[in-house]
């Protein structure tokens, strides 16, 4: 796909171990489990809630130049949604790609309606995506 996933939870990796062997939600899981149990990354992204000592859950999107690409942080009880992180990260490869145009909130892959932004654009959004990303 054209990335490297790694997950980081404020879990040590014999937690980490503990969860990929007894929940079926992530007995699956093939990518690498970074364990970050005094909150240091966590620090260095913004999301460690000192008074808690517990990270938000963070997702960030890092191009190999080291370019944050996306950032989306929630809360501890707010879960993520997987086909909304993918659908961001196609985004993100297509307009490396395509750095004129840009992706509307429903863009899903490569062919969906894209949008060249420009004055013209200013208040015809609506219009534009209906009209195969050309202002009226």
């Known amino acids: 796909m054209g ?52 990270p938000l859950r963070g997702t960030f999107l890092i191009s190999p130049d080291g370019t944050l690409m996306n950032t989306e942080i929630n809360f501890l009880n707010m879960g993520r949604n997987i086909d909304e992180m993918m659908r961001k990260f196609k985004a993100n490869m297509y307009l490396a790609k395509k750095a004129t145009e840009g992706c509307p909130a429903k863009w899903k892959e490569e062919g969906d309606v894209t949008l060249k932004p420009s004055a013209k654009m200013v208040g015809k959004v609506h219009e534009a995506l209906a009209n195969d990303g050309n202002p009226a």
């Open 3 to 54: 990335c490297d996933i790694i997950t980081v939870s404020g879990d040590t990796k014999f937690v980490h171990l503990a969860w990929q062997t007894s929940e079926q939600e992530l007995s699956a899981v093939k990518y690498q489990m970074g364990a970050d149990p005094t909150g240091k990354l966590a620090r260095m992204f913004g999301v460690w809630l000192e008074d808690a000592g517990v």
